[in-house]
């Protein structure tokens, strides 16, 4: 159980990672709009994010994080190929759609520059998702289901098309995504299917 110098701490933490969420989607990421609006010192953003750019990071981790587990949480409900492979591709857009201001984080953050500096926050974020993917997928390739490729290259398959159609709706490109939850995921299936 946690002791009571370490739930304000967690809390201190969430209240900065609100703080840039919010900042971010008001187009003000700065260090003085984040600590103005959750009214933390600037030792303490540094306490516990060693920076402001691991502050942006942590933010990051914790979009892509939250994404992740709404995609995957979806695919794993399912018991075919096809519907979990639809089920996590409506998921994503879904997720894009309902929670666009994380959406805004992970695919339009100006901070994307600053993600090598802290590869290993996102990556320890984004880990356990992947892994829960992979576990979900292989008896399904395994089975024939599901094309046999390396999990980068089903990712590639899977999420590219998500990715790079969420970002341009989200840069308020003429995207109806709606229709394209409907239209793509049935191929986004098809690219993955296997020969059975």
Do not use: N
């Not at 990672?17 to 030792?43: F, I, K, M, N």
């Not at 289901?145 to 098309?161: A, H, K, Q, R, Y």
């Not at 998500?162 to 995504?177: F, K, P, Q």
């Amino acid at each position: 159980m946690p002791t009571a110098k370490q739930r304000r701490g967690e809390e201190t933490r969430q209240r900065l990672l609100d703080a840039a969420l919010a900042a971010h989607e008001a187009g003000e990421t700065t260090v003085q709009s984040v600590l103005a609006s959750s009214g933390v010192s600037l030792g303490s953003l540094y306490h516990h994010f060693g920076s402001f750019d691991g502050l942006v990071a942590a933010l990051y981790a914790r979009c892509l994080g939250e994404m992740l587990d709404a995609t995957v949480a979806e695919m794993e409900r399912a018991r075919t190929a096809r519907t979990g492979v639809t089920a996590a591709a409506k998921a994503y857009l879904a997720f894009t759609m309902d929670r666009s201001a994380e959406a805004r984080v992970i695919h339009l953050s100006e901070y994307i520059a600053y993600r090598p500096a802290h590869a290993e926050v996102i990556a320890e974020a984004k880990r356990p998702r992947m892994a829960r993917i992979s576990a979900w997928l292989a008896p399904h390739i395994e089975a024939g289901s599901i094309v046999d490729l390396t999990d980068p290259l089903i990712e590639m398959v899977l999420v590219g098309p998500l990715a790079e159609l969420s970002r341009r709706w989200l840069s308020g490109a003429d995207v109806d995504l709606d229709r394209a939850a409907k239209l793509l995921p049935p191929r986004i299936w098809a690219a993955l299917r296997g020969g059975e």
